[in-house]
């Protein structure tokens, strides 16, 4: 169809919509089933079974089945079908880590897929992009990005970056009317979007032509074919780890091998036990396991309202020493409400909270009757018309719907009995400027009944107090001589002392032949009316997690458009601001300074006011420079450059564009500056459980090793035997370590300072834990073989039993001391239950594996005697007991 030819009357015709009430959601749904998702088709992903095969690619898999065949060769048929058993099992529980992770990721990247606003049910209502229809009628406004191809049915302003379909960096202004002709570019289809470009300014109305690859941006899909892999740094460091350990392992596996035949044990038998030894030793569930603890970890932050776009952010959120929020409804409750309205020295009292449109004017005490007030009814009036917000009563409450400036204008205006429905009868908007943050105003050219027009302006104070040439002062028009413009200022101090937000009001009159074309005509040569000050309070929980982030080493530092006096208040209020003083900077001040400079005094600086979005890249910079891993929240299409080049780009699930959205490695639900907070404790929290059982693997896998070595080195028999290193691999090791990937936070996680992003895995005294636990677990495991096999050396497989009952206990009881970087004794153990349902389950099997006869032969185990168990938990426990002992007297010390 030839979209761009026809008339509006005729699109909507042929996609079967309606402009007032869209689609149905029964409609949708049928659209749905007939044309599909409005998704690009990706690359097709490795079949279950294909993913199950991969488990069982790893060199030293293949050498152990290799060993199996030659067993059942020889005859060992238990042996083989045990350990192959072993194997698939592993394989198995590969598999499934792996499709865990694979469909924790696919939740990450449903929820943070862009969403739309479209017409459904007649109601506006967001939905992801993904479910949009032909005939669904969308809005859209600047920092959006198109979520399908549209034909255009309203602009205002509208300009649109299609660059990457087009090669065009200029923006592409856009209009409705029909454009003929068969063979049109692209970048000359003026009344079409296409699905995946941007809104650089203005705001629309479209109506969805094309969806997922019958789109143009789908012509060209494959471009778009390669998802990005989602590793972290923390996972390419482990993989080299991993690499050095099997290169070690193999090493002293082999050192076993050999000692062990020139002790006169078989080759054979010598062959199948280091091989096992080193599938046992080396950590190959390692990198699965780092997966799954952190898109379990990243699943939780989800559930405390914080979505992970970006994997690596997770470890980068351990190591933020600096977090720069936007104050408005970030650390405030982005409910603003007018309290006090000015014009001409008078001051007025506006009564109630939020958007709830009940309220009172109060002249000091005395109630006012805004209505039969001209300066009070042209100031609500003119806030009212140059508004695009909404208010929508559902079941009895007001919700916002646009902008929380406008929507507090709006509301102030209804609690004087004026309604927007009812202005527009008598008012026509002519022309629209939108606001931006350059221009820092909005204003609309309306028309009365009468023919006549006049232009309406609200914006920044300090603003409009430069392009207004005459003020309204006691309802007489007068110059804006210096000596009022004083007076003005002085009145928006007073209104930002107590922490006001203040919007100036402002118009002009305009001549019958008088046309405007340009925000900048408009914007000039105004007659000055009032301030509206409103008030944004601060959320009730940011000031504890400000001071949590604080005893957590993190510095909070606001960054606001408003007023410095404002800034100021606020920031003392949430303790922002330290008692001891704390620099404020404004934007004129920001602007002077250069990055090195900025450098130089950064540290001291804890608010930024009067800002433009373009000076937070300013600020980053300037605060990596000192060394700080910088957390930076933003919203709006000119945030993205700073969201990008923080180390941890946060922006606005509610208010934020799909730009900030995209640029972004964290997402807040809440737009809450304490779920930042939340999202550190559980990214520091994520990090230290990958070090617990980074820590617990290792230390076992040493101390498998060092029994099977100093054992060989003694000249004694095998302390353990292939399938027993086998099921130790498998069970003791796998369950414990998963639920160690779950634990809780220790109670002084966020009293800690920063990690250090280029701080090794090994740090914090790890390495000489995983050695000194590892060595301990191997010597008491070995002295508890040689006790029993010196008691009775003709009872071979007994003394082996008690081997294997000795490393799995002490590996059972080392997993608590795992849990604490301190000790044993610092945390209690039943905090974490996955864990303690993990231990008594390899429990319960290693005993089933002792004493239950039909696997006995299996696993070469004999039932052992009562008064043994006092040895064996005796030597389970010296690895652990004898270093806490040994801290706790030092601590006492």
Known sequence: MKWHEMRLEDVMKSTNSDREAGLSSKEAEKRIQKHGYNELQEAEKPSAFLVFLAQFKDFMVLVLLAATLVSGLLGEYIDAIAIIAIVIINGVLGFFQERKAEKSLDALKELSA?????????????????????????????????????????AKSLEIEESALTGESVPAEKETKPIAGDNVGLGDLTNMAFMGTLVTRGSGVGIVIGTGMKTAMGQIADLLQNAETMETPLQRRLEQ??????????????????????????????????????????????????????????????????????????????????????????????????????????????????????????????????????????????GLLCNSANLVEKDGNFHLDGDPTEGALLTAAMKAGFRKEALLKSFTIVEEFPFDSTRKMMSVVVQDKAGKRFVVVKG???VLLTVSTEVLWKERKEGFSQQYKDKAKKAIETLAEQALRTIAVAFKPLKDNENIRSSFEAERDLIFVGLQGMIDPPRPEVAL????????????????????????????????????????????????????????????????????PEHKLKIVKALQKRGHIVAMTGDGVNDAPAIKAADIGISMGITGTDVAKEASSLVLVDDNFATIKSAIKEGRNIYENIRKFIRYLLASNVGEILVMLFAMLLGLPLPLVPIQILWVNLVTDGLPAMALGLDQPEGDLMKRKPRHPKEGVFARGLGWK????GFLIGIATLAAFMIVYYRDPNNLIYAQTIAFATLVLAQLIHVFDCRSEKSIFERNPFENMYLIFAVISSFLLMLIVIYFEPVQPIFHTVAIEPRDWLLVVGFSAIPTFLLAGSLLTRKSK
Request: aromatic share 4%; glycine share 8%; net charge negative.
């Open 114 to 154: 862009p969403q739309v606003i479209a017409l459904r049910d007649g109601e506006w209502m967001k939905i992801p992009s993904k479910q949009l229809v032909p005939g669904d009628i969308v809005k859209f406004s600047s920092g959006d990005r198109i979520g399908a191809d549209l034909r255009i049915i309203s």
């Open 241 to 382: 780890l991993g690499k050095i350990l099997i290169v070690v392992a193999l090493l002293l596996t082999v050192l076993v091998v050999v000692v062990g035949v020139l002790n006169g044990h078989e080759l054979y038998e010598m062959f199948l036990a280091g091989v096992s030894l080193a599938v046992a030793a080396i950590p190959e569930g390692l990198p699965a396991i780092v997966t799954v603890a952190l898109s379990l970890g990243v699943q939780r932050m989800i559930k405390q309202k914080s979505i992970v776009r970006k994997l690596p952010a997770v470890e980068t959120l351990g190591c933020a020493s600096v977090i720069c929020s936007d104050k408005t409804g970030t650390l405030t409750q982005n409910k603003m409400t007018v309290t006090h309205i000015w014009s001409g020295e008078k001051t007025w009292q506006v009564s109630g909270t939020g958007y709830d449109p009940h309220g009172e004017f109060f002249d000091e005490e005395r109630k006012v009757d805004a209505r039969n007030n001209k300066t009070l009814q042209q100031i609500l009036t003119f």
């Open 460 to 462: 920044a104070p300090d």
């Open 545 to 612: 997690a400000v001071k949590e982030c604080k005893d957590a080493g993190i510095k909070t530092v606001m960054i606001t458009g408003d007023h410095v006096i404002t800034a100021e208040a606020i920031a003392k209020q949430l303790k922002i601001l330290p008692s001891n003083g704390g620099r404020v900077i404004d934007g004129p001040t920001l602007q002077e300074l250069s990055v090195e400079e900025l450098e130089e005094i950064v540290d001291d600086v804890y608010v930024f006011a009067r800002v433009s």
């Open 770 to 773: 995983v050695v000194s636990r």
